[in-house]
């Protein structure tokens, strides 16, 4: 019995982290159900298109494919694919509802907790990781959205989690050790930028690493072009210019270095646009040819969307070269909205408690990012050819600064710099 005993205990020492993330889901629930947030209808901002693109996606699965279908759901390459591919695969299946289809959503953000504790070798580090959930959920809006972050950090911590525990990307290695977790953490790393392409920077940054060690690491290139590489021929076969995994970037970056900024704060946004359609209207236009992969009844409006890409960026290179002073300036706005951002939605979401406790949580989620963020560097200093989580955390920052800052993109960095810091504690 002692013997029985002992072996449970040794288990629940091992797993308690387990056992506290599952407890705190039900409550997360029961939290959102009784703030009538999980079951609303509505949807809040972007979650609508999301929601829609990933029904459209179900009703392909169901057998309802055509170029008009694929088109709307390809939607000119503005969002990577796989996450309404997920959410829409789902639903087929299950037949969800919006409410069930947040649940879901929720649950690969905790499954994402658990893979991100598990990777921490030390027990009681682990059982004390599931502070960093707390902070997450209370301190944090957007998770229970119909929106791509959950799926991301689902990918990241699965990637994270193969890299500590298999000692991938160490300077130590031998040259032939773990190909086949290389070549997983490349498909983890594709699929990742397949879900949302703000993290292309830390892929390839994971990219350089391999090929610091090329022998070694060559599996996880295999693995990431195999994944990765179909779809961005795809991108660059239907688009002007080279295009990775979105055609955002031209459009955030003018949002971003917007020059009615100065004179029309509350409209800028609209009087961008319409300088873009003013400019095209002009004459301001590029008769790029058709590609192959478009049809000819989309010719025109595929040429619009090029040439508004091509205008957007020339407007936002045309303010920064004009005043590069106050672009550097507004970089550091954008960084200051991160860090005082708000961690409620308002309106119709509200907190899950209050406006001033939930504001408190996403504070201390910042000061255990922080602190993560020290203690990494402390223990990374010098070891530059290894996995870094500053390196890591600072790649996927850098286009939040650089082009669109927002705060549920930021709240990942937040989440894997606290986590770092727990792994490398012991490192």
Request: glycine fraction near 8%; include cysteine.
């Amino acid at each position: 019995m002692d013997q029985l005993n002992s072996r449970h205990d040794r288990w629940l020492t091992r797993n308690l982290y387990m056992v506290l993330l599952g407890h705190l889901f039900l409550l997360n629930l029961w939290m959102l159900s009784r703030n009538g947030v999980l079951w609303n209808p509505q949807t809040y901002s972007d979650e609508a298109e999301h929601y829609r693109r990933a029904l459209l996606f179900s009703r392909m699965v169901g057998g309802d494919i055509s170029l008009n279908t694929i088109g709307t759901f390809y939607a000119g390459g503005i969002w990577p694919p796989l996450y309404s591919m997920t959410i829409g695969f789902v639903q087929r299946l299950t037949g969800a509802d919006l409410a069930a289809l947040r649940v879901f959503n929720m649950a690969m953000a905790y499954a994402g907790f658990a893979l991100l504790a598990a990777a921490i070798t030390d027990a009681r580090l682990r059982a004390a990781s599931v502070i960093l959930a707390v902070l997450f959920v209370l301190g944090t809006r957007n998770y229970f959205q119909i929106r791509p972050e959950n799926l991301t950090i689902l990918l990241i911590a699965a990637l994270i989690f193969l890299i500590m525990r298999k000692g991938l990307f160490s300077a130590d290695e031998g040259n032939a050790r773990w190909r086949r977790a290389y070549g997983t953490t490349g498909i983890l790393a594709a699929l990742i930028c397949l879900t949302h392409a703000v993290f292309l920077l830390a892929a390839l940054y994971l990219s350089v690493l391999a090929c610091l060690s090329r022998r070694a690491r060559a599996m996880f290139l295999i693995g990431f072009l195999a994944i990765g590489g179909p779809y961005i021929v795809a991108q660059n076969l239907i688009h002007n210019g080279f295009v990775l995994f979105a055609t955002t970037a031209e459009e955030n970056l003018a949002r971003s270095n917007n020059p009615f900024l100065r004179t029309h704060p509350r409209s800028a946004v609209d009087h961008l646009f319409e300088e873009m359609e003013r400019r095209y209207a002009a004459g301001d236009k590029v008769a790029f040819p058709k590609p192959p992969l478009i049809p000819q009844g989309r010719y025109e409006q595929w040429l619009h969307d090029e040439n508004q890409r091509r205008i957007f960026k020339a407007i936002a290179l045309d303010e920064i070269r004009s005043d590069p002073v106050s672009a550097l300036r507004r970089m550091a706005l954008r960084f200051w909205k991160l860090v005082s951002g708000n961690a409620c939605l308002g309106g119709r979401y509200g907190c899950l408690i209050s406006p001033a406790v939930d504001q408190v949580f996403y504070r201390l989620l910042e000061l255990a990012g922080l602190l993560g963020f020290v203690v990494a560097a402390m223990r990374e200093w010098g070891r530059w050819r290894s996995f870094s989580f500053v390196v890591f955390c600072l790649a996927i920052l850098m286009p939040m600064v650089v082009i669109q800052a927002l705060v549920r993109h930021f709240i990942i960095v937040l989440l894997l710099s606290a986590f770092g810091g727990l792994m490398r504690l012991r490192g």
